[in-house]
C-alpha cells in the first residue's frame, strides 16, 4: 500500500547541467512511477538556457523527441515569483492565468545546477518541502574525491581511489 497524503508532486527535470538529456529520462521514469501509484504529478522542465517550462506535455518522451528544437514555441516559459512562493513555487504569470500548487518538489537532476545542492538550497529559501538530500549533503558528495575522504575518515567501507589533478 502507497502512502498519497502528498497528493501533488512537481518533478523538475533538464537544467543547465552536461547531464541534461539523461535528467529526461530520470524525470520521465519518476513521473511515470509517480503516476502509477496514484499521485497527480506536474512535470517542471529547465532547458539548457536555463528557462522553465510547465506543461502536461512535458509528461511524455515522446515531446522530447518531436519537439526539442522549437521548444518556446510550443510551451510558455515562466519565473519563479519570490513575493508569492514561500511554501510554494508560484510563477510569474500574465493576466488570469493560473497557477498550479504542489505538496512536495521532486528533483529528478543530473550534475550541476540541481544535484549540486543549488536546488535544494532554492526550495529551503522559498520554504518548499522537496525528496531527497539536504544542501550541504548534495553540495559535499558532487566532489567525489572529497566524498571518499569523509567516508575513509570515518570508517565507511569504500573502495580504493587514487585522484588525479
Known sequence: MYNTTMKTVAVFFGSRSPEHDVSIL???????????????????????KGKWYSDA??????????????????LEGFNIDFNKSTGKIVKQSGFLKSNTVFDIAFPAFHGQNGEDGTFQGLCEIL??????????S???TMDKVLTKMIYKANDIPTVDFISLN
Do not use: E, H, W
Not at 57 to 74: G, H, P, Y
Open 127 to 136: 520554504n518548499v518541502p522537496y525528496v531527497g538530500c539536504d544542501v550541504t
Open 26 to 48: 530520470t524525470g520521465q521514469l519518476i513521473i511515470s512511477g509517480l503516476k502509477k501509484c496514484g499521485y497527480n504529478v506536474i512535470p517542471v522542465y529547465i532547458d539548457k
Open 57 to 74: 506535455r512535458l509528461a511524455s518522451m515522446k515531446f522530447f523527441t518531436k519537439n526539442q528544437v522549437d521548444l518556446d514555441k510550443k
Open 138 to 140: 548534495s553540495a559535499i
